[in-house]
C-alpha cells in the first residue's frame, strides 16, 4: 500500500504562484512514476504532470512553461510549484502514485485563482 498526502493549496490571484506538495508513505519503493491530477467541476480528471523514477517528465500543454514537477527522494515528497496561476486553473488537486499493478491517489487539495 501506498498512502499520498497533498499540502499546499489555497486562494490565490490571477498570475500568482503556489506550491503543491505530496508525501509518498509505505511501500514507497513499488512507486514507478508520481504525478498530479486535476479535477474541475464538470469535468474530468486530467494529468497536469508527471515524473518517473528516472526523472523524465511531462506536462499537460495547458501548463507547460508554467508549472514544474519535482521530487525530493530523501524527504519522499513530490511537488508541483506553479506559476503565472489563471482562474482556468481552478480545480481541486490530486496527487498520484503509480505502481506497476495500480494507481494510489491522495485526498487532494482545492486550487482556486481569482480574476
Known amino acids: 500500500q501506498v498512502q499520498l498526502v497533498e499540502s499546499g493549496g489555497g486562494l490565490v490571484q490571477a498570475g500568482g504562484s503556489l506550491r503543491l506538495s505530496c508525501v509518498a508513505s509505505?511501500?514507497?519503493?513499488?512507486?514507478?512514476?508520481m504525478g498530479w491530477y486535476r479535477q474541475a467541476p464538470g469535468n474530468q480528471r486530467e494529468l497536469v504532470a508527471r515524473?518517473?523514477?528516472?526523472?523524465?517528465?511531462n506536462y499537460a500543454d495547458s501548463v507547460k512553461g508554467r508549472f514544474t514537477i519535482s521530487r525530493d527522494d530523501v524527504k519522499s515528497t513530490v511537488y508541483l510549484q506553479m506559476n503565472s496561476l489563471k482562474p482556468e486553473d481552478t480545480a481541486f488537486y490530486y496527487c498520484?502514485?503509480?505502481?506497476?499493478?495500480?494507481?494510489?491517489w491522495g485526498q487532494g487539495t482545492q486550487v482556486t485563482v481569482s480574476s
Open positions: 498520484n502514485g503509480e505502481t506497476i499493478t495500480q494507481y494510489y
Open positions: 509505505g511501500s514507497i519503493f513499488r512507486i514507478i512514476a
Open positions: 515524473i518517473t523514477r528516472g526523472g523524465n517528465t
